[in-house]
């Protein structure tokens, strides 16, 4: 799937940062694809000073959007921001960048952005909010309309100026885990030959993340899971390879014959980031942590 990334970042009067997009010509929050290798912590921040001029840090993790676009998904990561330097600028990709009260956001925004402003400004913290957004009529398409009209003329343009062809986003394959903890602090493992495995697999095609998690959690558990939290995500360094790890709590008619293990007294043959998976999963901070 493709996976990106948008900003909320807010100034000290209340205002949040808003570009107009080259593309549509529609306000939205700063943000874009991410690079191989990169976290979407550093995505975030390359982005925001790329498209608007500022210096952010990404506070936290407020949600987690999939939109089911053919032929894989997109996936959106959105961060509460503050503002640590820099000046305003525009640029090529936003033609627009301002700070926007949040009672006179400016027109035209599409829903899907609009919604993702409203949740992530009303963020006070805790659990992170994941959706499935679906398509309208209407966003179908405008996407229909950017791919076929709007995109191939931008390329032509930049072929006359002699700049190098857009280099598309890469396919991120995406995996996912859920950490299920039991009254007792303990963790479930699954035996998986010499080896111990968390619960979980990869993606389908057109499938959330948290989608993924549940599927395998519930197939090798028998029972219906209730995912509570993102906890963690690990980018791969040199491939596009994304891994979410979730949270849940146990059924309270769970029955297994694998294990279950306190945390740091795992069964030999446990993977070492799974391990790290569970270490971040009991932080009692709830935020999400990126690796």
Known sequence: MKIGTNGIVINETGKVLLIQRDDSRTFAPPGGSMETGELPTDNIAREVREETGLIVLPVRLVGVYFWPLKPEGLLNFVFRCIQRGGEIATSEESPQVDYFWPRALPKPMLNLHQERLERGLSHQGGPVYWETQRQSLKLRLMSLWLGLVVYPRMNRQRK???RPDFIPAPQWKVTAVTVIRNAQGQILWLKDGDAWRLPGGQNKSIEAPWETAVRHAQKQTGQPINLTNLSSVYVHPNKPVMTFAFTA?????????????HPGEEAEGASEWEKTAVRDAINPNEETIFR
């Open 160 to 162: 006359r100026d002699g």
């Open 249 to 261: 709590d146990s059924p309270a008619n769970l029955r297994t014959e694998q294990g279950w293990f």
